[in-house]
């Protein structure tokens, strides 16, 4: 079953992400610049996660793939052989009156979207990026911006498997910037014109192609549903024939319940053998495999699943994303007024999985008096070095709750008055909101096991479960 009512406005992923430091419009001091956006200091945390992750699972845990890094800046004739110059194109119309620019298969009507005017015929528009090489700008130095870091795969076939002597079945992946010149841009992150890709070409024996298909189409599902996203925010479309891409021979997409529908957030393509064929064609080099055992030579099919490194971000912050009844803000016998929120009655809440979340832990010292700040700052020093943690010693605890709460960290630390004389400190777990008191000597042995999944109330040896009171 799919949901069919997205999780949350856009306005509020847009709002949090601007205020909180998660992404910022792309050189906001002179006006921005239309769909380029910076990852601020919490953005690039959750970016770099979000391609750990993937480069962890595909990569690194698998011993058919390897990784590659090739550069953004290319032979001009890759993008011919690969068909991106004729084919790299959307249909673009003009509106006579107001000049805007639409790409023809997004209208609904032979009229201008915006104010109603005439538009033009329409015609192919190529989008990749073009600049110059060298100092001379003329058409013999001109490169283009890879439209995708496919084709730096394909290029790179016979080196890589020259030099690691891998078999078939195998894949080659590569995690990068791609510009495209897109007609229509907006939404946020989800349509940019530079942007980054994870990609992944799996190479097989041509008739084994429609089983791996549909294994890397489970496995690409498995891998968004096991960081947090729900599998009925996630639907699968397939293309139908005139949509195809010029590579393809099946596409399905993986579409994610985004703030303004159901869109694109990764493809999974048969691309046949039409890129090593293509390649070995114009670059006049053979890219075709030999098996010894049967003396076989052929060109191997291709299994594509290309995810958006920025819809991926975007999809990770609307799912989190949860308004939730803050229970401080009502409670009447709170030990610690520090605690409540005040009239606000809603906390906001990014419920990431641990290891997307950009901070991992955050230490709250009670107060900013010494010894008290002594010993937050040994804790907050040791548990650095294992992962990403915040010091926040500003304002009440139950404000630095929402404040940790709102950009997604799982766990805060509370050093107290108590703390000094116990050695002891309380971990107040995000989701729940339930609070554990552990022995210091025990804080980053528990804190790892809590981010690898153990149940919150689970306790190290001398801790307890302190009475909920609230927060
Ligand atoms: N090599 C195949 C390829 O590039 P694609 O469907 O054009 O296929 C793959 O792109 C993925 O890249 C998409 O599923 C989407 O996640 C992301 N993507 C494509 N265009 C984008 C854009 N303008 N802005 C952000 N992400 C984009």
Known sequence: MTSEKPKVDMEKIVSLCRRRGFIFPSSEIYGGLNSCWDYGPLGVELKKNIKDAWWQTIVRERDDVVGLDSSILMNPRVWEASGHLVNFTDPLVDCKSCKQRFRADHLQSDKCPSCGGELTESRRFNLMFKTFMGPVEDDAAIVYLRPETAQGIFVNFQNVLGTTRKRLPFGIAQLGKVFRNEITTGNFIFRDREFEQMELEYFVKPGTDEKWFDYWLEQCLAWYVNLGIKREHLLLREHDK?????????????????????????????????????????????????????????????????????????????????????????????????????????????????????????????????????????????????????????????????????????????????????????IRDRDSMNQIRVPVAELQKTLAAKLAGEAFLVLPPGGTVVEKKGG
């Open 242 to 426: 005139k949509e195809l891409s010029h590579y393809s021979r099946r596409t399905v997409d993986i579409q994610y319940l985004f703030p303004m529908g159901w869109d694109e957030l990764q493809g999974i393509a048969n691309r046949g053998d039409f890129d090593l064929t293509q390649h070995s064609r114009f670059s006049g080099k053979s890219l075709e495999y030999f098996v010894e055992e049967t003396k076989e030579h052929f060109t191997p099919y291709v299994i594509e699943p290309s995810a958006g490194v920025d819809r991926s971000v975007l999809a990770f912050l609307c799912e989190a994303y949860a308004e939730e009844p803050d229970p401080s803000a009502s409670l009447g016998d709170a030990r610690d007024k520090s605690l409540r929120t005040g009239k606000d009655e809603t906390r906001v809440v990014l419920h990431f999985h641990p290891s997307l979340a950009p901070f991992k832990a955050a230490v709250l010292p009670l107060s900013r008096k010494e010894p008290l700040v002594k010993m937050a700052s040994e804790v907050y020093a040791g548990l650095r070095k294992g992962q990403m943690t915040a010091y926040d010693d500003a304002q009440s605890v139950g404000r630095r709750y929402r404040r940790q709460d709102e950009i997604g960290t799982p766990f805060c630390i509370t050093v107290d008055f108590q703390s000094l004389e116990d050695n002891q400190v309380t």
